[in-house]
């Protein structure tokens, strides 16, 4: 059973999620975008399946799946730390639900991939479902993707979202490196898109340390989810 828990309903919203995935880039642009926007936690989402694990980051509990809002700009931000391995397709539908729910205006994914194979590029894409946004993204710098394979919430969301209008932003990057390089390009286009008013310099200013704060969080969260695992085996055998 997947819950989608709010404390706060603001109306039609641009909804926009960020996972690990290819360098890490859904969840540094997502943070950032916290961090650097007035935001608010205003919900959380949870489902009995999902591990018991939870991470502590400078004594305060960092939840999985945070839901944040920044009024100015009428935006909901959920923020994932957790690894979706197994869970893409409930947190897909929690995703669609959450959208329904507060009737978005839009959903936009934030997502690094490995368009150019092995060969690193500047180059950053885009896929809507929306016919008359394609112009705006092709101004503002970013080229459809015509050939690729999505994985992942985002993949599984490609296919649950069912009409709604629907966005990806994609960095090309490296998939085994965190690559804050690649989250600020998707920052810069969104800014553009969406009008946020929000710098991108400071995250590369800051790379290493952002890398390596959210490495922490996520390796720690494995760790536990590991040892979790370890004790249900345990108890089994």
């Known amino acids: 059973?997947?819950?989608?828990?709010?404390?706060?309903?603001?109306?039609?919203?641009?909804?926009i999620e960020g996972f690990p995935g290819f360098g890490l880039?859904?969840?540094?642009?997502?943070?950032?975008?916290?961090?650097?926007?007035?935001?608010?936690?205003?919900?959380?989402?949870?489902?009995?399946?999902?591990?018991?694990?939870?991470?502590?980051?400078?004594?305060?509990?960092?939840?999985p799946l945070g839901i944040?809002?920044?009024k100015k700009y009428n935006i909901v931000?959920?923020?994932?730390?957790?690894?979706?391995?197994?869970y893409e397709w409930k947190l897909a539908d929690a995703l669609v639900k959450l959208a329904k729910e507060l009737n978005a205006k839009e959903i936009i994914s934030l997502e690094g991939v490995g368009a150019n194979g092995l060969k690193m590029s500047s180059e950053s894409f885009y896929y809507t479902n929306v016919e008359k946004n394609k112009s705006v993204l092709d101004n503002i710098g970013l080229k459809p993707l015509k050939e690729g394979i999505i994985m992942g919430v985002t993949g599984a969301l490609m296919l649950k979202?069912?009409?709604?209008?629907?966005c990806c932003m994609f960095a090309d990057t490296a998939s085994n490196l965190p690559d804050s390089k690649a989250a600020a390009r998707l920052i810069e286009m969104l800014d553009k898109y969406l009008g946020l008013n929000v710098d991108s310099k400071p995250l590369l200013?800051?790379?290493a340390q952002f890398e390596e704060k959210l490495k922490g969080i996520l390796n720690s969260s494995q760790k536990a989810q590991e040892i979790s695992e370890?004790?249900?085996m345990s108890y089994v055998g």
Request: proline share 6%; glycine share 6%; aromatic share 8%.
């Open 1 to 15: 059973m997947v819950e989608v828990k709010l404390w706060k309903r603001p109306k039609s919203p641009t909804v």
């Open 25 to 63: 880039v859904g969840t540094i642009a997502s943070e950032y975008l916290i961090d650097h926007l007035k935001t608010e936690m205003i919900g959380k989402i949870i489902f009995e399946d999902m591990p018991p694990v939870v991470a502590i980051h400078n004594d305060k509990i960092v939840e």
């Open 68 to 70: 944040f809002y920044d």
């Open 77 to 86: 931000i959920l923020h994932a730390i957790t690894t979706a391995k197994g």
């Open 161 to 166: 979202v069912d009409g709604s209008p629907f």
């Open 205 to 207: 200013q800051q790379a």
């Open 230 to 232: 370890k004790k249900k």
